[in-house]
């Protein structure tokens, strides 16, 4: 590995050993910007251990990322990428997946990102069950800017644009992903990596809108300012708070500061996606007359 | 017998690159056998980084890995270096057991 000393470096050597995530990353960029005790990376780790077991074609998938700390996702993994700019990630991403349906298209960008600016984009695409994986790694906080409030702060923390604590009721988000159609909807945090790894494997294995909330430390911005202490500090919490919940009605999964964190896989269930639906729509309403689009696996 | 074979203890063993730890704890905190503590050296950034001052707890089993935000540090189970090792030179890496 690199020159960078380290433990055991002529066993690492001898062997040709390596960090897993590596080959799923652009080593160049390492070390990556996020700091000391920031969550995503560990998600990223779950991420690369979801393709892996996924088995997949790494030519056949794409990320998508949105603007944020959590955007640089997309700059940072070996894949076909891209940073759209602000709350676009999912519009960008269903032009990908229609222009090539045979890709498998991730989404991976903040709560911010994907429900503030880009939430319109975020009910629609349920809607309409694009078959799209979202991971939203939720914060509670706009973190690349400096800490204000985001439609998942919870009530009562402060944040830079609420400096006498939040007021705003927030998203529950796996219920927002519900109600609006998402076929499958799960909730974990960085302490949950191996349920949160293959949360990430069934997403890439199903067809439809999936949406999974990786709940995150974002220890510069929201726990420094509530004197939440550091990073592990809130891997312990989440540890100590979540239960877990199967199944669960996503309308009793909202999260109080501080509070219980339901976890779990809530909603399983099969809805025809937006291509699907096209097809058929138009196979009855123009016959032979109709080739559909998209049909078989890998078919562009 | 290489020279650079581990002795063996335990199941397994780790690798970091400490030059980029950021010192989170999370692998520390979150190893389910308490095998790893921080250094008391700090690295060119002044982040004290793990160290395996019980090898002999470590099952290799890459939780660490899976935590560490950085990608500054995983594990590897000593059967899966033997199975690489005998992809490359026959005699065993570490003594049969009797
Ligand atoms: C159109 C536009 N408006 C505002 C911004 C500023 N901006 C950049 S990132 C961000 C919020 C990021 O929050 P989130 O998506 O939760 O990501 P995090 O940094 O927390 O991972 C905002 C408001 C921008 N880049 N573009
Ligand atoms: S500001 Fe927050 S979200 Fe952004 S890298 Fe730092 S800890 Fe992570
Ligand atoms: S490989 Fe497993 S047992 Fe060894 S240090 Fe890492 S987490 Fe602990
Ligand atoms: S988890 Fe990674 S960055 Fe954090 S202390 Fe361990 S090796 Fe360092
Ligand atoms: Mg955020």
Known sequence: MSGLPSLNANLEQEFGLINPVMPYLRQDRIPHIWCPGCGIGTTVNCFARALTDSGMDLDKVAIVSGIGCTGRVAGYMNLDSFHTTHGRAIPFATGLKLANPGMKVVVYSGDGDLTAIGGNHFVHAARRNMDLMIVCVNNFTYGMTGGQVAPTTPIGPTQTTMPYGNFEN???????????????????????????????????????????????????????RNRLGDGVDQLKYYKEKSVIRNGA????????????????????????????????????????????????DGQE | MSSNAPVKQGKGTIFVRTEICKGCSFCIDFCPTHCIEFSREFNAKGYHFPVLPRPEDCTGCDLCGLYCPDFAIYGIKFKDIEKRRQAAAPEPLVPAQP
């Open chain 1, 170 to 224: 927030p998203f529950n988000l796996p219920f927002l992903a519900d109600a609006c159609g998402a076929v499958y909807v799960a909730r974990w945090t960085v302490y949950h990596v191996k349920q949160l790894a293959k949360a990430m494997l069934d997403g890439l294995n199903k067809k439809g809108f999936v949406f999974i909330e990786a709940m995150s430390p974002c220890p510069t911005l929201y726990s420094r």
């Open chain 1, 249 to 296: 009605d996503t309308k009793e999964v909202g999260i109080a500061y501080q509070g219980e964190i339901v976890v779990g896989k809530f909603v399983d269930r099969e809805r025809p996606t937006w291509l699907d639906s096209m097809n058929s729509h138009f196979g009855s309403v123009f016959g032979d007359r109709f080739t559909p689009y998209g049909v078989t």
